[in-house]
């Protein structure tokens, strides 16, 4: 069973520019999360999906977006970049959503911004 | 808010010891889940171990085991006949019908 895909892995952005991330969760997964991860900030959870509606979000602000299809892929956007905004994005999945269960880990989308 | 507190931000073990990363959290909930995950350099997280806070029992997965102490708030990992895979970034993570909240790591090496 293939495990979580995130792409791209790795890539580089200038200030003011706009990124997507993609998540494709483990077949079956309906829930998908992401967080981001920072030396300073440690993992911070920016917003999950649960059969396409967003049905929870971190303290981030509205440059940070979102969405799910209905084969249960995420794609999360980064708008007006800034320096800040350089990390390691992680998207999980999960079977059910129940909110107690075990999350699934991609290797993360590494971002840095010049 | 919940808060995940990891006091050790980086620890050290000689290859077949025993280590001891701790962990202490803050909620007003009864019921919660905790969980440890490890993160290799490789950089995906994977799931060590989970424990439900309505069982006393301390959850054991091989050489991963839990010390729970619910009432003092403390979710400690004990790594037994440590091995150099083992070293990582391990995190510290509660939830309760909310997204998993992390502590800011340990990371532990491992010495041959």
């Known amino acids: 069973k293939a495990g979580v895909t995130q792409t791209p892995r790795y890539l580089i952005k200038t200030r003011g520019q706009q990124v997507t991330l993609s998540c494709s969760p483990i077949?079956?997964?309906?829930?998908v999360s992401w967080y981001q991860q920072t030396p300073g900030q440690g993992l911070q959870f920016l917003f999950e999906?649960?059969?396409?509606?967003?049905?929870n979000k971190g303290n981030f602000p509205g440059r940070f977006s979102g969405r799910q299809f209905s084969n249960s892929r995420s794609e999360m956007n980064v708008s007006t970049l800034e320096l800040g905004d350089s990390a390691l994005y992680l998207c999980a999945s999960s079977l059910a959503g129940d909110l107690t269960g075990e999350l699934f880990f991609g290797e993360g989308s590494r971002l840095t911004v010049l | 808010a919940q808060t995940v507190t990891q006091s050790q931000p980086e620890m050290s073990v000689q290859e077949a010891e025993t280590v001891t990363l701790s962990c202490t959290y803050d909620?007003?909930?009864?019921?919660?889940?905790l969980f440890w995950y490890k993160q290799p350099p490789s950089r995906q997280m994977i799931l060590v171990i989970r424990q439900e806070a309505y069982k006393q029992q301390n959850a054991t997965e091989n050489r991963f085991s839990v010390n729970f102490q619910k009432a003092a708030k403390s979710f400690s990992l004990k790594i037994s006949d440590s091995q150099l895979g083992d070293a990582a970034m391990y995190f510290c993570a509660y939830r309760r019908f909310t997204p998993l909240v992390f502590g800011k790591g340990t990371r532990l090496s491992v010495i041959a």
């Open positions: 077949s079956g997964h309906r829930s």
């Open positions: 909620t007003s909930e009864s019921d919660y889940y």
């Open positions: 999906y649960f059969s396409e509606t967003q049905r």
